[in-house]
């Protein structure tokens, strides 16, 4: 069975981070394949961003809502982000949605404790493989570890 390791992304790793294809990806190196999961509460917040003027944070959203669209207009909705070890895909997951059973510890109001909630959902659907949200915001990563949510920090030489 092949090593899998599902990040879900929020919102910052599109605004702050280099472009996906210029990382090295070799803190993976011990999967054989990635999958960075678009979920909609990033689709939608990147959505808010796009409109707000000329500044970088609006381009950077502009410019991710259109990979976010090729992918869920193409056939697969996955966009291969990297051929090499590991080989990193990029995915489209509009319907995944909160774990009900953190309902009553997580906020689910708040974006980042939606992002915490399906990435519970997809550990439990994939309990054989490695799932992470993928962030450098501290509201993320407290709410991850409050629930046992696992959390990839976006290195700072990322950005």
């Known amino acids: 069975m092949s090593k899998i390791l599902f990040l879900i992304p929020d919102t910052n790793f599109f605004i702050q981070c ?7 990806w070799q803190e993976f190196s011990a999967y054989e394949r990635v999958e960075l999961i678009i979920t909609r509460p990033v689709q939608a917040e990147l959505d808010s961003h796009k409109g707000k003027g000329s500044g970088r944070v609006a381009k950077r959203a502009r410019k991710a809502s259109s990979v976010i669209k090729s992918l869920l207009i193409s056939d697969d909705e ?13 995915r489209i997951r509009q319907d995944l949605r909160p774990d009900a059973t953190l309902d009553c510890e997580l906020v689910y109001a708040e974006r980042d404790d939606q992002l915490v909630g399906i990435a519970s959902t997809v550990a439990k659907n994939h309990s054989e493989n490695d799932v992470r949200i993928m962030t450098h915001d501290i509201g993320p990563i407290a709410s991850a570890k409050a629930v046992g949510v696992e959390f990839f920090s976006i290195p700072d030489d990322w950005l």
């Open 78 to 90: 996955t966009l291969e982000v990297r051929a090499g070890s590991p080989n990193v895909i990029m």
């Open 18 to 24: 280099k472009e996906p294809l210029d990382l090295s």
